[in-house]
Nanobody
């Protein structure tokens, strides 16, 4: 089982940037599909971004709402996944959670059910 701990959340003005980190322990995540999801108050959890295992060319996927503004990446030496968030909008306000799945998927990894391991989440608040 892999343990995940997110950090980097906070309060930022609209148009600003934040970088979230997801530090993994217990397993080496280079062979994992990693994802970021978010949940705003009163709303369902939604997919933000995912990155496939290194051996799968590390393909990346994004929700349409964040495409061009957010970038997911991984540092295998640090066993950490990042989410760089630029041009933040008030509607990006949510708790952001990191998720992990051993191995790859033969389809776009965007469903919560595809990821068995989750971190506790980090709050991102974007003020207008």
């Amino acid at each position: 089982q892999v343990q995940l701990v997110e950090s980097g959340g906070g309060l930022v003005q609209a148009g600003g940037s934040l970088r979230l980190s997801c530090a993994a322990s217990g397993r080496t995540i280079s062979s994992f599909t990693m994802g970021w999801f978010r949940q705003a108050p009163g709303k369902e959890r939604e997919f933000v971004a995912a990155i496939k295992p290194t051996w799968s060319a590390g393909s990346t996927y994004y929700a349409d709402s964040v495409k061009g503004r957010f970038t997911i990446s991984r540092d295998n030496a640090k066993n950490t996944v990042y989410l760089q968030m630029n041009s933040l909008k008030p509607e990006d306000t949510a708790v952001y959670s990191c998720a992990a799945r051993p191995g790859g998927l033969g389809y776009r990894p965007q469903a919560s059910a595809d990821f068995p391991s989750w971190g506790q989440g980090t709050q991102v608040t974007v003020s207008s």
